[in-house]
């Protein structure tokens, strides 16, 4: 009944906030989402304490921890089902959602000022969704979350953006849209091929998995055929390079709370998706391909960092970055080792916790300052010391300082990756290239720091500046802290999420 | 045992001195220093604890190396753990970095407070991060576990370097050092990526439980296969298809990268005359006992996996001589104090290089202990005269401080002879020390090993003479003659907390070259040389047995798997002492010319003459250009044209494909003219192709 409350406690929320007056949306949306945030972390504690070592949700469905499942409706020949569950790579993710949401809402009292009722309400409802993904575990319910994210995303850009938000909203939801028509395409492709019955996701992993002599068109497979078209559905997501140049657009016109979600989270639901589908369901196809998908992996690391070296906007700097990130985790997932798809599962969680806190910082400083270029501003230092201590450890996450969580998730997914047996004698090397990005991503933030925050005081806006309210540091000590928890004792995580990734890699219990 | 229990305690004391300094340095008188003193103060008493133990003063000798922490379990993975590995290296260290870290915390008392300065518990947690950082470097008994307190130790040069991030300069010393170290890091970290997936364990040294090893080092499964050819523990072979003493020596130079950025060797040197911008008294700890000395450490510590690799060793070898040379020549032409003495700490390290690579272990370890204490002793004095002549640092404006201020003369004179290497001061003994391992060993040596070892010789034995020189020609200039500027006349004084510091350093640098003596100890036959016997062991039983970290071990590798052999053409007497004489006459040579150009009371620049080479010199041989080229003029601009690919390619085709749809629509929309006749035109053509399509493929023609 947990899962059940937390979707229902997030909807009541956001048709209750929705209704309430402005003044007090924000505080109320603030407190609604944290009730989801104390479920979840007793869901936590219950998975460490009583769940840990079950297997994945996919694979061994008897053993998905609060597992629901309820027959729904017939389509046709198949039938649908309200069935959900957690195993230990959703569990973090799912407390990553939640923590997020209430820190993103609480974020976003200083910045957002008109028709706060509806922004908290779509937040809340955003949350909604995104529990419904990382729960869900038929196809026709996954799905309908998995779409019913853009809707709120959409109008939270268009409505509370910056002065393009109507082209980066658009370009958001046509693109991810058009995206999800091809994975669409992809595994319906699969679907028919094989006799499945009922959409749920274990059932359809066990028929494709199982699937022999799938048809073969032009000299290739089914299976492959759908692999590409569903990768390059949730690749766009990811985002993974060519298909990322949404993102920038997105980050820079939404407002900061929504990019907190937006690096936070829904990046993170196109690796998951990808986890789930392309490499639990159609393992033997991704282990043929996984060289070529190594290679786009490294690409996307190194040509995101390469572009946001090339960027003023800290922001930009940011979202791109992320397209680096999100690059290891595709590194790691191709790998099909404990280490390689266990880090980068904790990748996911590790670079939610460190995008939402620095776009929550590069926020708290654009709030007082007006300005996110670098240039426009320098020596803020001086007038708030806290706010960038944190910058400076959130860079230095970002940057893989040991002992904070970005650290652990890429070494992990190197040494996952160095040795894989997926990428044979290519292995060493791809992985070296990878590790290149730990050197630009020095480069750009440590040169962005310097022109920001250290030297002469400069400021070329007309506001004054002064010391950031609590509200506003209070969420980025509480990000940092996660971050240095998880660097500290990855196994709060990592443990749980190998478990689950075991049956894939081969891996004992 | 009982010392070895409390050893994490070393390394959290000053980690809680950090905390403390940090959240409630604002509220504590002089911003928290007294934490960071009291937490390096009782770290330095467990230290020297410690190390009594190890010796088997107070405890059974042996050595301790235990888990601690399990980081990652691992589910069908590799266990990734912190541990302590306590032998007489990491004794030893430990005791020269809290020291050294003790006695800057008291220095910057008078340093730092005398300046009005705001940050000071910003300062007082980095220092205390900083040698919590360090000491868990030096304590950690796996790979893995170094390189993360590494990267700690390199955030923490990047605090402190940058502390006066008011101004322009720090900041952007700050970021290069950062970014030249985490250059050298990318190799480290893919040596160890390498190591672990190739050994499937970080571990120094084995651990073992009742006497049976329960997990291997590193070092000692990389000997077995390549003594006697055990390779099934070992991975990666097949991957990389090389044999194993060859794929060995690939990850020993990918973890030398870590090595040659942080020990700031040629050509990741850059950074370090850079950092000059942090508080005097932080270049003392970065240059004497942490950061810089981290590189160095590293390699001794895992002495045993390059002592199997001679192309390794050659490399270390010519790396260390060469940066030696190198950094001697440029620090000839400096004017500022502190500069001469970046350059020294360059060379220095260079020659620990040097011995390292060529089998010299032992004297690597002793150069390391002269010199971190001669070096944290010269920069206190610098910080001294830097004080005294209100932050003025060239030497050209100084001059006759002599009498102004005795104790700071005499104990910065004690760290001058022994970092020039006139004997008996310290530097003497070890500087003499590598010489002649690099020498004998140079002579001795088989194939290729013997003449790279003799070029390095060479550069060594070249920048003993310069070394003479550039230090006499400091000491000089900033003491003796006449006081060239107003300031110089009547400089302002400092107190008990500056002259306590260099008189406990200017009497060591004195005398610790007398714990190993080894010439002496030749020639008279007297047990004399303790270093030599501390870190040797026994050859069955005891440490050296229990964890193969021994000098008896790394000898026998190093004969017998390297190939490293001793050649003495004089006898070994005649070779010692010849050995000995080269080295201090060239020393002597160098400080007399130095006095003859620069001693008298009215000295002149004379570099002047040394007309085209001046130039180069003091652009540091364009290192920096070429290094800031490749970040400025070549990636940056890369970046830039990606950037224009991304937003007009990539973009591009997304906003095309946008585009294309929009205009078409536009187009078909046309059709819907509205006008009724139009509509039945289009319906009966429609309907007339549809027949003749169902027509032609239905075959009713």
Redesign the interface.
Known sequence: MLVETLLLVTLLGAGIVMLAPDRVAGKLAAGISVIPVALTSYMYYVFLTDYNGVGNALLSPGEVAFGTQIPWLNLGEYTVQYYVGLDGVSMPLLALTTILTTLAIISAWTPIDERQSQFYGLMLLMELSLIGVFTALDFFLWFVFWEGVLIPMYFLIGIWGGPRRKYAAI?LF??TNVASLVMFAGLFAMVFATDVTTLSLPAMATAFRAATELPVYAGYSLATISFVLMFIGFAVKVPV??L???LPDAHVEAPTPVSVMLAGVLLKMGTYALLRFNFTMLEQTARALAVPLAIVGVVSVI?GA??A???RDLKRIVAYSSISSMGYVILGLVAF???GM?GATFQMVAHGLISGLMFMTVGVIYNTTHTRMVGDMS?L??RMPWTVGIF?AAA?GY?G???MAG??AE??I???A??AATL??S??VL??LA??G??IV??YL??A??RT?????KLETDYEIGPAAFHDVAPLAVLLLLVIALGV???IS??MI??AV?PL????? | MAAFTYAPAIVLLPFVSFLVALFFGDRMPKGGALAGISATGLSLLISVWVALDVAGFVGSATGYNEFIY?????????ALRFGVLLDPLSALMLLIVTLISFLVHIFSLGYMNDEGETGLPRYYAGLGLFTASMLGFVVANNL?MA???F??VG?CS??LI?FW????G???A??KA??VT??GD?FF??GV??I???FGTGLFAPIREGGEVVAHGFPGLAEEAIVDGATEHI??LD???MDPQAWFTVLGLLVLGGVIGKSAQFPLHTWLPDAMEGPTPVSALIHAATMVAAGVYLVARMYGFYAISPTALAVIALVGGFTALFAATMAVVKQELKQVLAYSTISQYGYMMLALGSGGYVAAVFHLTTHAVFKALLFLGAGSVIIAMHHNENMWDMGGLKDRMPVTYWTFLSGSLALAGIVPFAGFWSKDEVLYEALIHGLGSKGGLGPAYLIAYTFGLLAVFMTGFYTFRMVYLTFHGQPRTDIARDPVSVGWNVKGPLSVLGVLAATIGFINMAPVAKLTGAHIDFLHKWLLGQEDGGWSAELHTGLHHYEKLLKEVAGVGVGEPLGTIGTLLASAALSLVLAVAGLLLARSLYGGSEPVEHTDKLGGAKTVLMHNYYQDEYQVWL?TGL??P???A??KF?QGV??GV?NGV?SVSLFGGRRIRRIQSGVVSNYATLLTLGLVLLLVAFGVVGGWF
């Open positions: 370009k046509v693109y390079f060519p990322h140049t949404w040509y390469m572009l070296l090339a960027q080792t404990p280490l266990g020596g230092a001086d400076v230095f940057m300082l040991p002992l650290f652990a070494f992990f190197f040494q996952g160095f040795n044979g004698s292995a060493p992985t070296s590790m290149f730990i050197v020095a480069g440590l040169w720091m310097q925050l250290f030297g002469g005081f004792a990855p196994d990592l443990d190998q478990h075991a890699t081969g891996g004992g219990a | 399990t980081w990652v379990a691992g589910v069908g993975s590799v893995l390189f993360m307190f990267e700690l955030l990047y605090l940058g991030f008011r101004e322009d720090p900041p952007s700050a970021k950062f970014l985490r250059f990318y970290l893919i990526v390498g672990i997936a190739t991975a990666m991957t990389v298809g970040a990636t940056y890369l970046a830039r990606m950037d991304d990539v973009d997304v946008s």
